[in-house]
């Protein structure tokens, strides 16, 4: 059992930062593929990024590149996402995900997690 508790969401305006944090206990976090979704309301769950292993590729989708970086620190069991220049479309809650395993085509699909946390609201106003 892996459990993930996110913190760091908030209020911003548009063009401004936020750095989310994902913070892992329970079996070994380095083992673990680690990625971002998120939900707005009345929208599926859509995948945002994902750290493969540390010091592996990392992925995003098309519209955070070049805004958003995923990393993990192994050493603190914590996995970050940095969002600069945010946008009002980024407003939704943002889960933390763990997978067991990296399936290259298929880590953008929530079905390929494991383990999720409780996610942490993002708002941005324009």
């Known amino acids: 059992q892996v459990q993930l508790v996110e913190s760091g969401g908030g209020l911003v305006q548009a063009g401004g930062s936020l750095r989310l944090s994902c913070a892992a206990s329970?079996?070994?976090?380095?083992?673990?593929?680690m990625a971002w979704f998120r939900q707005a309301p009345g929208k599926e769950r859509e995948f945002v990024a994902v750290?493969?292993?540390?010091?592996?590729?990392?992925y995003y989708r098309d519209s955070v590149k070049g805004r958003f970086t995923i990393s993990r620190e192994n050493a603190k069991n914590t996995l970050y996402l940095q969002m600069n220049g945010l946008k009002p479309e980024d407003t939704a809650v943002y889960y933390c995900?763990?997978?067991?395993?990296?399936?290259?085509?298929?880590?953008?699909?929530?079905?390929?997690?494991?383990?999720w946390g409780q996610g942490t609201q993002v708002t941005v106003s324009s």
């Open positions: 995900a763990a997978g067991s395993r990296f399936a290259p085509g298929r880590h953008t699909i929530p079905g390929s997690y494991d383990y």
């Open positions: 329970g079996r070994t976090f380095s083992g673990y593929v």
């Open positions: 750290a493969t292993w540390s010091g592996g590729p990392t």
